[in-house]
């Protein structure tokens, strides 16, 4: 994943607390964890140009 797709992390200080792996106008993988879900983060990620 880290040579073929393009990360973006959400960081609250040090924790990460979603990230998102696109590659070629494709997501691949989409995560936030339980405790930062429900915050908009999630769809912020997915607003990122690609």
């Known amino acids: 994943m ?3 797709c393009t990360l973006w992390g ?3 200080g040090e924790a990460m607390n979603a ?3 696109f590659r070629d106008d494709w997501i691949a993988q989409l ?3 339980p ?3 429900g915050r908009g983060i999630g769809s912020a990620l997915l607003e990122i140009p690609q």
């Open 2 to 4: 880290f040579t073929a």
């Open 10 to 12: 959400v960081f609250d």
């Open 19 to 21: 990230m998102i792996a």
């Open 31 to 33: 995560y936030a964890l």
């Open 35 to 37: 405790a930062a879900q």
